[in-house]
C-alpha cells in the first residue's frame, strides 16, 4: 500500500495557479524523485502536500488517511516532514537548538537522544560546531543541518527540496550517499530535484511534473533512457 | 533638590520603563505587528492593581502578580480575536487591529471608571542612602524588573516554549514545518507582551496617581526605548529604559519640566535619523 498519495492535487498562489491536478504515490522504503523545469511546480507541490500552500482540488493521503486539511505542524506531528527549500534554518539559533526545534513534534520527542547522536554521527561536522549559530555556517553546512533537522523529527517520509542548489559538486554527492543511506535504513523519501540526472541516478522510482501536471513516471533506471527525459531534462 | 536625587529617580523608574518597553519590542520582534493598545494594556495593568488593593484589600505587589497573570491571558485572546485574521495582511491592517484594540478598551474602561485620577494610596517610606532619600517603592519597582528581565531570558533560552518563540521569530514557516504550531506560539509571545505591559502598569500605579488615560504616555516612551535599545533584545529594552529615566530625571536640573518631551522626542528622532538599527544595535 502507499504510504504516501496524492490525488489530482491542485492549488496556487492568488490569482495564479500553479498545480493542475498532479497525481503521484510513494511506496514505503522507496526513494522517489520529482524532477522538472523551473516553474513547473514541484516547489508548489511539496507546499501543498505538507499544507502550507491550501489545496484548491484533489487530496493527500498518508498511510490510508485522508490528511488535506491538516496543516504543517500537524503533518509534521505525524511523521510527514519537508526540508525546505533555501534551508529555512533558524539563523539566530544555535546549530543544537535547530535539531531541538526539529524534534518538536511528540513521537520525536522520545527519541531525542538516539537520532541527535545520529545525525551527529552522519554530520560530523555539525557536531563540531554545535554551539555555533546556524547563520554563521558555510552553504554546504546549511542544507546538512536542513537535512539533519529534518531527521530530528523522525519521520516517516522526508520530503526534501532542491538540496543540491548552490552547492559544490562533491557536496552534492556526498548529501546525495546520506539520503541513499537513509533509504536503506528504511526511510521513505521524495526528492524534489533540478539536476535531473543525479536524481534519476540515486531514487528507484520517478515522476516528472510539467506545467502543473505529472507528464511521465516511471523507474528511475527506465526514464534514463527515455528519449524525451533524455532530450528535454538530460540535454542528449 | 539635588542632582542625585534627580538622577536616581530617574534611574530607578526606568527600569520600569524598560519593562513596558519590553512588553512591546516583544511582541513587535516576534510578528512584526506594532502593538497600538500596548498603552491601554499599561491603564489595565495600573487599574487591575487599583481594583486589587481597593477593592479586594490584597498588597499591590500580589496584585501585579496576579495582573501578570490575567495580562497573559488577556494577550492571548486578543490576539486570537482580534490579531491572528489579519497576522499575514499588511502592516496597515494590524496598526488598525490593535488601535481598534486600544480604542475599545479605552471606551469600556472611561464609561466604567471615568476619567478621574486614583492613586493606589501605599507607601513602604523611604530609606537614606547618603544626601539622598529613596522611596523603597520605586527600589523594589527596579529590584522586580531585574528579576521580570531575567525570567524572560531564562524563559526565552532555556525553556521548550521559549525557544518556540525565537524560532517563530526567526523564520515562521519553517517552525511550522518542524512541527512547531505557530498561531499558538504568537499568541503565547502576544500574552507575554501584554503580561510585560500589565506588570510595568501596576508597577508605575505604586509610584504616581493615574487615569484610563495615562498609558498613552508609556506606550509612546515604549517607543522611544524601543529604538534606544532595538527590537528584539530584551536587555536591550531595559538598558534603553535606565537611559530614558536618567535623561528624564536629569533634564528637570537644567531646564524646565515642560521642556523635557521637546528634548526626549528630539533624541528620538535623532537616533531614526542618524542610527536607525537602534543605539545598542538590534539583534539583527
Known sequence: MAILEVRDLASGYGEVQILWGATLSMEKGQLTSLVGANGAGKTTLLKTVMGVVKPREGSVWFDGRNVSSLSAHKKAEI???????????????????????????????????????????????????????????????????????GLMSDPIVLMVDEMSLGLAPVLVLELFKILRQLKDEGLTLLLVEQNVQMALAVSDYAYVLSHGKVDLHGHSKDLVHDDHVRSAYLGM | MDFFAFLIDGLLIGFVYGIAAMGLTLIWGVMNVINLSHGAIITLGMFGVYLAFAELGLHPYLGIVLVGMAGLLTGMVIYAVAIHRVINAPHLSTLLATFAVNMIIIGIGTAYFTTNARNVDFSLGSVKAGPVNIQVTRLVAAAFSVAVT???????????????????????EAAELMGIPSAFIL?????????????????????????????GTYEVKSFVIGVLGGIGNPLGALIGGILLGIFEGVMPYFTETSWVPVFEFGLFVAILLFRPQGLLGAKK
Open chain 1, 79 to 149: 511523521g510527514l516532514v519537508l526540508v525546505p527549500e533555501g534551508r529555512q534554518l533558524f539563523t539566530d539559533m544555535t546549530i543544537e537548538e535547530n535539531l531541538e526545534m526539529g524534534a518538536a513534534p511528540k513521537r520525536a520527542k522520545s527519541k531525542f537522544n538516539a537520532n541527535l547522536e545520529r545525525v551527529y554521527v552522519m554530520f560530523p561536522r555539525l557536531k563540531e560546531r554545535r554551539l555555533q549559530r546556524a547563520g554563521t555556517l558555510s552553504g554546504g553546512e546549511q542544507q546538512m543541518l536542513a537535512v539533519a533537522r
Open chain 2, 150 to 172: 531575567g525570567s524572560l531570558y531564562f524563559f526565552l533560552y532555556r525553556t521548550k516554549y521559549g525557544k518556540y518563540i525565537r524560532a517563530v521569530s526567526n523564520n515562521r
Open chain 2, 187 to 215: 499568541a503565547l509571545s502576544f500574552g507575554l507582551g501584554t503580561m510585560l505591559a500589565g506588570i510595568a502598569g501596576g508597577m508605575i500605579a505604586t509610584f504616581f496617581p493615574f487615569t484610563i488615560l495615562s498609558g
